[in-house]
């Protein structure tokens, strides 16, 4: 099992460029996140998922949209990109019962000029 | 809302040393605890975990006691090694309802570098 992957690992936009971020998972799970992590502030939740179909807006959604078409995947988009979306983006994906544990993918570093 | 709090750091220990992560929240209701850590390079990885008062969650020499009247989860772990190096997320998940259920509150992070 290859667990969460995140596509890209990197990437540099320009201000007001636009991108996608691919998560994928193959544990069959059917909550996923996307997260943000900047230094000092820990993780925070942008959007979430709790099914195919279905989506929802975390703690800091703005600037964001997401889409989950397929079980596996959830993806992250940015229409505009501004310097303040510089950070670290990571997704995870978890069982529907909150003591499961959730399964992080690597991050994808994300640097907006 | 949901908060967690962790001790400043960084943490700079040497090898064999003890150590101890400070670590409270605030939650309404009855909470899951959790320490992620997460490794140079990486993405975050679950250390522990403890779903109801008085629960000790442990993994790798590390433990953490689920207290209740101190609403606190503190890290502790006797004799740390270089590899321990990373950083440390303490964590919450509401047990249950409403919008809250199954996202995580993370606090700040803690970073801890172990000397040989």
């Known amino acids: 099992n290859a667990g969460v992957t995140q596509t890209p690992k990197f990437r540099v936009l320009k201000t007001g460029q636009s991108m996608t971020l691919l998560c994928a998972q193959d544990?069959?799970?059917?909550?996923m996140y996307w997260y943000r992590q900047d230094p000092g502030m820990g993780l925070r939740l942008i959007h979430y998922s709790v099914g195919e179909g279905t989506t929802a807006k975390g703690e800091v959604p703005d600037g964001y949209n997401v889409s989950r078409l397929k079980k596996q995947n959830f993806l992250l988009g940015l229409e505009s990109a501004a310097p303040s979306q510089t950070s670290v983006y990571f997704c995870a994906s978890s069982f529907p019962q909150g003591i499961y544990e959730q399964y992080f993918g690597p991050g994808t570093r994300l640097t907006v000029t | 809302g949901d908060s967690v709090t962790q001790m400043e750091g960084p943490v700079t220990l040497s090898e064999e040393a003890f150590l101890t992560i400070n670590c409270t929240y605030t939650?309404?209701?009855?909470?899951?605890l959790f320490w992620y850590v997460q490794y140079p390079g990486e993405g975050l990885q679950l250390l522990l975990k403890a779903t109801k008062a008085d629960d000790k969650g442990s993994n790798k020499g590390f433990e953490a006691t689920y207290r209740k009247e101190t609403t606190s989860f503190h890290l502790e772990k006797g004799s740390v090694q270089v590899s321990d190096s990373a950083v440390y997320f303490c964590?919450?998940?509401?047990?249950?309802?409403?919008?809250?259920?199954?996202?995580?509150?993370f606090g700040q992070g803690t970073i801890l570098t172990v000397h040989p």
């Open positions: 544990m069959n799970h059917e909550y």
């Open positions: 964590a919450l998940i509401r047990s249950a309802g409403g919008t809250s259920y199954g996202k995580l509150t």
């Open positions: 939650a309404t209701g009855y909470p899951s």
